[in-house]
């Protein structure tokens, strides 16, 4: 049961009242204050004191002190009057009952909105460092990309101006070979003037001594020279035909159809290799084989890099158009990717060339068995 505390001092002015409760060994951390605009409590145990106030006071603004075995409160009113009493006097229990409820309702709806401006605060708080904190990094961003542009402004004008001395380079090596050859070609054309005059000079002084050596020639040497000299050959013509066939053996003693696979093999190969293609040229020995490109394209279909692995069938049918197993892993390619289209066009290719082989089989076995009959 506690103690009601009954022994305290008031004061009053029209603004404030100025009260004192004396509790022996009372302390912060073990007394429990409690006010509302109408209604006062202390709880110390044992000790416990109530007051229902004559008017209204404003609970945010007033005050409490604990220490000395005291607590002193200042209560500011909200009007300015002077009170006849501190609590009101007539009240019974369950106007008592009455006002605790509606004080604790009251204290309730205040901490609930306390909390909520809290949480309000809270949240404008957290949008205003959020925005400042985008600010920040669109500042930074901006800065970054500041810094890329004048980076890549002076990487541009570096190279106009590398490129601009390799120019001038050029010319000038181009004005020294053009120099070089006009010298070289003057050289050469004095050289050429003093080997005709000297030929000239040769050709003048041997016909001097022609003509000296006729005029002492002996006519039994001429008329011996004349006859010396053969006739010229009648006028003809020699007709040569050639075979066109590849094989040197004749044709009644070659097989054609052996003859005609050999070449057709020996083409295959040869678009195999296109090593006279120009954009096949910087591929290396691996890179110019069909099936390596093949098996290539199936580890890049394995781990999913679908373009990667149409690239590799594309370089590998253009090596080797006949393959139709090419022609069906592009089509599983293009399905991935949902080409429809084209996976359907890549089919009918590997269906032809694949029937396009059974025939081809199905003729040369049935060759195969007219040579064993007619025993060629």
């Known amino acids: 049961m506690p103690l009601q505390v009954s022994n305290y001092s008031w004061q009053q002015t029209k603004t404030a009242v100025f009260l004192s409760l004396p509790l ?55 009007e300015a009057v002077m009170w006849e009493t501190l609590s009101v006097s007539g009240v019974d229990k369950e106007m008592m009952q009455r006002i605790r409820e509606n004080s604790i309702l009251q204290a309730q709806e205040k901490a609930k909105e306390a909390t909520e401006a809290k949480a309000i605060a809270k949240r404008e708080d957290q949008k205003y460092t959020l925005n400042v ?17 004048n980076e890549r402004r002076k990487a541009t004008k570096e190279l106009e101006a590398w490129k601009e001395c390799q120019r001038k380079a050029e010319e000038r090596k181009r004005i020294q070979k053009e120099k070089k050859l006009h010298q070289q070609e003057k050289q050469t054309e004095e050289e050429r003037k003093k080997l005709k005059h000297k030929n000239l000079t040769k050709n003048s002084a041997s016909r001097n001594l022609a003509t000296k050596g006729r005029n002492s020639e002996n006519i039994f040497f001429a008329k011996l020279k004349e006859d010396c000299i053969p006739a010229p050959r009648s006028v003809g013509n020699i007709k040569i035909n050639f075979t066109p066939r590849v094989f040197p053996t004749a044709l009644r003693e070659s097989k054609v159809a052996e003859e005609e696979e050999w070449l057709h093999k020996q083409a295959e190969a040869r678009r195999a290799m296109n090593t006279d293609i120009p954009e096949f040229c910087d591929l ?17 279909f394995a781990t999913e890099d679908y373009l990667a692995a149409i690239n590799a069938y594309n370089l590998a049918i253009r090596l080797n158009n006949k393959i139709p197993l090419l022609y069906l892993n592009r089509a599983a390619c293009h399905l ?21 082989h059974l025939r081809l089989i199905q003729l040369t076995k049935l060759c195969k068995t007219m040579l064993r009959r007619f025993g060629m």
């Open 24 to 78: 022996r060994g009372v302390c912060v951390r073990d007394a429990d204050v409690f006010c509302t605009e109408n209604y006062l409590k202390v709880n110390f145990p044992p000790f416990l004191f109530e007051a229902f106030l004559y008017a209204p006071i404003d609970d945010e603004s007033s005050k409490a002190k604990i220490g000395n075995d005291t607590i002193d409160f200042t209560l500011y009113k909200k």
């Open 133 to 149: 904190m985008m600010k920040i990094e669109e500042e930074e961003r901006k800065k970054i990309e500041d810094m890329k542009e």
């Open 284 to 300: 290396k020995e691996d890179e110019k084989n069909p099936e390596w490109l093949k098996e290539k394209g199936n580890k890049l």
């Open 336 to 356: 991935k990717l949902k080409n429809l289209h084209k996976a359907i066009e890549d089919s009918s290719k590997a269906y032809r060339i694949m029937k396009l």
